[in-house]
């Protein structure tokens, strides 16, 4: 796949609109505090308004709102962050008058519950309803998988993966014509080594105090139980080496029951010194570039796995567990490697092969990967597949 197809998509979109009055789209969403739910959001809205759509986004706000203002979306401050039912049924009348006001022809909901009120908000407007699957949401037990189906009853149900769309039809029977699967996006500029200055490097590498003597193990992932921290510790200890560092870093949400787990798990296989955690990281790009090696741990499938398509657009190798979206970003043993999920064996057998190519191997690696990223999973593509599908549900010329 090429870039040629991005631009056609959204020239065609935008020609659509020319000698009418141009569609609008509301996307609603609980919040604009940060995350892969709100960065495709402002992606979406942002490319809307440069192709002449109307961009509406609905949430409760948050640090994120100015970035898409500034580019010609709008954004609707109400209380969508909220799962009290007496609250989502009153947000119901609030979308409808958004609707009418900026005479909105797709409403897109992006979470579960501000998409129970998006849901009958469009359908007493009489105007089109369409929906992004996320995540697997939990599943098991029937109240949940009943609060999750809102997000499988768009006229068409975005998933973010082939594995997200294949639980789309086996857990609620969606079927194939509504589905349409949008991998996220990377934006790769910004994840782009060229762009990355030495003084940004050198800035990271001193306030986290990295020995120059060691391999960088990179481990991005919140601190909770299902990101994997204590495999990845034990993954370290079976590794065998005292020459490597793993950089544990994210947003610091964990208990601290939790950190004391990790840190006495640490002691007891006698890796303390080679683990150190450290908190969210602004810049990301230059992370990367620290790096020798990109980890991903996830215990549970990750409906994409956003950390290792960043790691793959800043060349660098990969180790991630042989499941959920990982399966669709790395090529196994050609732009990382695949390890059996929750297998700390294999997970050492994998970072030991990524640590140990030889210059002429990484460079090799990292042109297919960057080639990879910037050929399948840009955000340009994503926002350029996303316009096609309102424009197919809108069925607009050329859709």
Known sequence: MTAAPEQDNASAAQANTEGARAPVVLQVLPSLNGGGVE????????????????????????????????????????PLDTKNPFKMRANIARLERVIAEYNVDIVHARSR????????????????????FHGTY?????????????????ERVIAISDFIANHLRAVYRVEDDRIRTIHRGVDVARFNPDNVTQERIIDL???????DDRKIILFPARFSDWKGHELAIEGVARLGRRDVLCVMVGADTGSEDYMRRLTELAARRNVADLIRFVDYCRDMPAAYMLSDVVLSAATKPEAFGRVL????????????????GALEIVDD????????????????AALHAALGLDAAGRLR??????????????????????????????????A
């Open 205 to 211: 590498a001193t306030r986290w105090q990295l020995p």
């Open 113 to 132: 519950a501000p998409a129970w009120s998006a849901e009958v908000a469009a359908r007493r407007a009489g105007v089109h309803f369409v929906t992004t």
């Open 365 to 398: 690696l990292a042109d297919l990967a960057m080639q990879t990223m910037r050929e399948r999973f840009t955000v340009e593509r994503m926002c350029a597949d996303t316009l096609a599908v309102y424009a197919e549900v809108l069925g607009l010329d050329g």
């Open 138 to 154: 939990g599943h098991r037990f029937g109240p949940k998988r009943f609060y999750n189906a809102v997000m499988a009853r768009g």
């Open 39 to 78: 960065r495709g959001t402002i992606d979406v809205a942002v490319a809307l308004a440069r192709a002449g759509w109307g961009s509406i986004v609905a949430s409760a706000g948050g640090p994120m709102v100015r970035e898409m203002t500034r580019a010609g979306a709008v954004h609707v401050e109400l």
């Open 333 to 348: 043993q050609k732009t990382g490697w695949l390890y059996r999920p929750g297998n700390a064996e294999s997970m050492a």
């Open 309 to 324: 398509a960043e790691a793959l657009a800043m060349g660098r190798p990969v180790a991630g567990p042989a499941h959920g």
